[in-house]
């Protein structure tokens, strides 16, 4: 799996941040930061005039959707669920700022809808979207209630970590092998309702059971899957081994009778997907880890 230093993925986020026009990679306070996508970078022209240039400009960056499609005119507003999103999706910072995958991917899917950013912090999906902010990022159908699910840029499961290339094992690669998990953690209950046996350590925190990886202490690790991908972009011998269970799509969710919202969310995705600037934001922060499907999962496992 391919690596970034910590230099390399400040160099990554700077560069997003350049093609985004918008302060994607650093911290943005809750309710209060915006970020302008109309300071983009573009290729330098020759215009024959500067008003046909502020006319390109504008056509550029005209908004896509306006009230009352969405909630204030000339933003995106987006609701982060920061009280159970973890790294590298949302990571809280002192005094409530916050960074992550979640915020940037917002950010470049506010920039390709000409729009600014505006970042709130919500507790439940369904009850939030129309009233609180328009989108939520990082759900899955099953915890959207009445909303819709649009897209997909993640997926969630737990994973198996090694030293190693990655690769999808099998269970007769990891029986009787030692694994360190997160005491109480749901990966560590889902290992134990599989026919898998490994003999497990416990740790207070992922941190350190990847540092018992990287050390030769245990064999694998098990957790959440991009959680893992995070922690595991920091060691470069470190890669996924497959998971556990099939994994889940997670995208963004939009009031189930906002179709037009709907489709115009879908159109930016799609576009941030296509044209690598999502990938630009998963080497960042997860060292380009592939999206897992059905094939990622352990095979064998019962």
């Not at 950010?107 to 950013?117: F, I, P, Q, R, T």
């Not at 350590?201 to 991009?226: P, W």
């Not at 920091?234 to 489709?263: H, K, M």
């Amino acid at each position: 799996m391919f690596r970034r230093t910590a230099n390399e993925r400040h160099a990554m986020r700077t560069y997003i941040r350049i093609l985004a026009s918008c302060a994607v990679a650093c911290a943005v306070a809750l309710g209060t930061t915006a970020c302008d996508p109309k300071g983009t970078i573009d290729g330098i022209l020759t215009p024959t005039s500067v008003e046909e240039a502020i006319a390109a400009k504008e056509a550029q960056h005209a908004p896509t959707v306006s009230t009352p499609v969405i909630l204030e005119e000339g933003y995106l507003t987006v609701g982060l669920r920061t009280a159970e999103t973890t790294a590298p999706f949302c990571i809280t910072q002192a005094g409530g700022e916050v960074m992550g995958m979640d915020i940037e991917i917002a950010s470049l899917l506010a920039d390709a809808m000409g729009l600014k950013v505006r970042f709130v912090n919500v507790t439940t999906v369904d009850a939030a979207l129309g009233t609180e902010c328009d989108i939520v990022m990082n759900v899955e159908v099953g915890d959207a209630g009445s909303a819709t699910v649009v897209g997909a840029y993640s997926e969630s499961a737990s994973a198996i970590f090694r030293v190693g290339e990655a690769a999808t094992l099998s269970t007769e690669d990891l029986t009787g092998r030692t694994v360190g998990l997160q005491g109480g953690s749901i990966s560590q209950r889902l290992l134990s309702q599989t026919d898998l046996r490994m003999l497990e350590t416990s740790y207070g925190n992922l941190n350190e059971a990847f540092e018992a990886l990287a050390a030769g202490e245990v064999d694998y690790v098990c957790c959440d899957l991009y959680s893992g991908a995070y922690l595991a972009s920091f060691y470069p011998s470190i890669s996924l081994a497959g998971t556990l269970d099939v994994p889940t799509a997670e995208g963004i969710a939009v009031a189930a009778d906002n179709t037009a919202l709907q489709v115009n969310v879908q159109s930016a995705l799609d576009t941030i997907q296509t044209n690598g600037l999502v990938a630009l934001v998963r080497a960042a922060w997860i060292a380009g880890m592939p999206n897992a499907t059905n094939a990622s999962v352990i095979q064998g496992l019962g």
